[in-house]
């Protein structure tokens, strides 16, 4: 399906919710990709960091792909993304929360087309432009602007913690599934990233989750569960976090914490480390789950 074609039907969705988005009729390869990934390189924003905060709005908020700084995020980020695009392969996907869109746009690869939606207006903008290849929609994530049934993935990658009613927005997964659609999901790991405390450090975040919570979450949504694994630091950053007294992410948050996006002064050496990172210096693995960085989970609809 055109992505041209599969906007229309979205347009057509929020004005009649009994619209429909006819599938292709083939099957698709569910195994993830063990090839070892290349690096992919992102052209930045344009100007100095200062610059590229402005223009995208950085607040900490969303992770933006080509600012050294925010590197590390970033290729974490991105080795999600790499892991479930083979899931995406010759489907019609719908990513929830697009943020700056390289995401969506890795997804392209693979899928027969993408949507990208966001809240945000000046984001909807950036993405439509800088990504020609997706179809790009404006809408609130509380009440998707797509048919019933009508798609095959709906990616949600670091973007339910941010949301208050996350029930309430897995219940709309659930409806703009196929039958047998997956949805993708990435979180960080609150026993990882706000240790002892209810109240999530990120003042974006609404409500974080341990691997158990994203479990019952989705399982009480009426999915089925096909698997949740967890983020972890490969060999070379588990080096940075030992040259780095523990925790190479608790040095960046030591520069950053109490400057503006993009005003910090960083140490040459710790920049140099931060910009040096690959997705392919992170792991993905099935155990220990409680200790990993962030949640992965692959949803089917039941």
């Not at 979450?217 to 490969?234: D, I, M, N, T, Y």
Request: glycine letters at 6%; charged letters at 25%; aromatic letters at 6%.
């Amino acid at each position: 399906m055109e992505v041209n074609t599969f906007l229309a039907q979205v347009r057509v969705a929020v004005r009649s919710p009994s619209a429909t988005v006819p599938g292709n009729g083939r099957e698709r390869s569910l195994t993830p990709s063990t090839e070892p990934t290349e690096r992919r390189e992102y052209v930045p924003v344009s100007g100095s960091t200062a610059e590229r905060a402005i223009a995208l709005h950085l607040t900490g908020e969303r992770t933006v792909p080509g600012v050294p700084e925010e590197n590390y995020w970033f290729r974490r980020h991105e080795a999600a993304y790499l892991a479930l695009a083979p899931l995406c392969r010759d489907a019609v996907v719908l990513e929830a929360g697009c943020g700056e869109g390289y995401g969506a746009a890795l997804l392209t690869e693979h899928a027969r087309s993408v949507v990208a939606l966001d809240y945000d207006e000046p984001t909807a903008t950036h993405v439509a432009r800088r990504y020609p290849k997706l179809g790009v929609v404006r809408g609130n994530l509380a009440f998707l602007p797509v048919a019933s049934d009508s798609v095959d993935v709906v990616a949600n990658l670091q973007v339910i913690e941010h949301l208050w009613d996350q029930v309430g927005f897995l219940a709309e997964c659930h409806r703009v599934l196929r039958p047998g659609g997956r949805l993708l999901v990435t979180t960080p790991n609150r026993l990882t990233f706000t240790p002892d405390s209810d109240t999530p450090l990120n003042p974006y975040h609404t409500r974080e989750l341990s691997p158990s919570e994203l479990d019952s979450l989705l399982r009480e949504a009426g999915f089925a569960v096909e698997r949740l694994s967890g983020v972890h630091h490969g060999p070379a950053l588990t080096e940075l976090d030992r040259r780095y007294g523990g925790s190479v992410v608790d040095a960046q948050l030591a520069v950053v914490m109490g400057s503006l996006p993009g005003q910090a002064t960083w140490p040459r050496d710790l920049l140099a480390d931060v910009e040096s990172i690959t997705a392919d210096d992170f792991t993905l693995r099935d155990d220990d789950l409680d200790v990993s960085l962030d949640l992965l989970a692959v949803a089917v609809r039941r």
